[in-house]
Structure formats: C-alpha cells, structure tokens
C-alpha cells in the first residue's frame, strides 16, 4: 500500500493547495457545510473543503515536523499552522498571536541540562506579512518550542535572556519543514495559559473557557477567510 494513503487516509493529489496543519483541534470545527470530506489514515486525519485541507497531526514537534514532510509530494503550496500556547510576556488568555521566529528547543535532553540549541528560525514571508496587513491587531512574537512541558519552568530566565514571549510543543518544527522546503507558510497561535501564574493544568474558570473558546474559533476563521479571499 501506498505510505502517504495509509497514513493519511487518502492519495497525495487530494490535498489541495493551501494546507491547514493543527496538532489537535476537531476538524468539525474547520468544516464549512456537509461536503467537506474527512479520511482518517494511521497516523493522520485530513478534512477536504473547496478551497483548503486540514490536517490534524497530534501532539508533538516529531508529528508536526512529519507531516510537512510526507507533503512534499502532493499539490501543497502554502502552509498554516493552528494551536496554543503559554505566554511568558505581558498577553492575555485568550489573545492571538503570529509567530516572528521560533527557537526549537524540542529536545528534552537539552532542556534537562539548560543546554538550548540556539537554533532561531526567521518565519517572516510574503504570506505571513500579507496576514499581518489584513489582521494588525494580532501581536508578532518570538516563540520557543520546548520538548518538556514539566521543565518549563526551570528554564524561565534562559528563555527571557532569548527574549521569547511564548511557548508551545510544536511550531519551530513545522517552520523547519517549510523553510527546508521553501514553502511559505504562516504560524498563529492563542494563549491558552500564563506560565507560572495561570500554568497548563489549572481548572479554567467558566469565563476563561469562552474567552479561549472564542479565540479559537476567530483563529480558525481568520485563516480559512484569508485562504477562501485569496483563492476567489
């Protein structure tokens, strides 16, 4: 059997050309009537619309990084990238953000010994600044993709010194991919927690729960209108 069918769930010439990657949102939440398709492979979940496919890749740099990969042979021309993330300067639950650079950090040998690669990856493209002239209330900030979600917290002065805003398991593998690929691509996130003072495994409050809940659905609709108006 063919490898991208099994993992995907469908054959390479079915994706379309602008690609929505996001580590775990449903993809009902992407579906814009009842012809939206959804093809479930082994490690994969697509959703097919008119004008885009979602991919929902799991957890993890690793799952994100592969996905772009296995891409490399189908019609994708330009990437999207959807999730959350922890903010470590002054933003709100709740807030959207667009990444500027990332710093991949996704080993958690190295961030067990507060030993940071140093790896920067410059995200800026036409696609990101034609996102940004549309949308200019969303903050441009530096991220940090760590490979441990228990040692965040010992690493808090090393990622100020790096001036990172905020931090996710993901991101700075889905632009390494792109960027080895030369495929332009655009990262925008929301915060769903405040490192230290509001962490990850908190009990959400009835209010902050709509509050991230409405961030999440203007994240997805910001992106699939930007691809819709641009393919009309």
Known sequence: MDT???LFGLKPNEIKEDVIITPFLNLEYFREGKKG?????????????????????????SFVGDSVVYLKDSPCKRLYFIGSC??????????LVIIN????????????GHNPSHLFINAQNYLLESFLELNRDIKKVNLATLGSLSLQENVLQLLKEQEIDVVDMEASSFFSATKYFKLPCLAILYVT????????FRDLCKKERKIIK???????SLICDFIR????
């Open 4 to 6: 991208f069918l099994k």
């Open 229 to 232: 108006n641009r393919a009309v």
């Open 214 to 220: 409405e961030s999440r659905q203007r994240t997805i």
């Open 37 to 61: 398709k959804v093809n479930k492979g082994f490690l994969f979940e697509v959703l097919t619309e008119r004008y885009f496919s979602v991919i929902k890749v799991g957890v993890g740099s």
């Open 101 to 112: 650079k990332a710093l991949a950090w996704e080993s958690f040998s190295e961030i067990l």
């Open 86 to 95: 922890g903010a470590l300067t002054n933003l709100n639950i709740g807030e």
């Open 193 to 200: 927690d405040i490192i230290i003072k509001k962490p990850f």
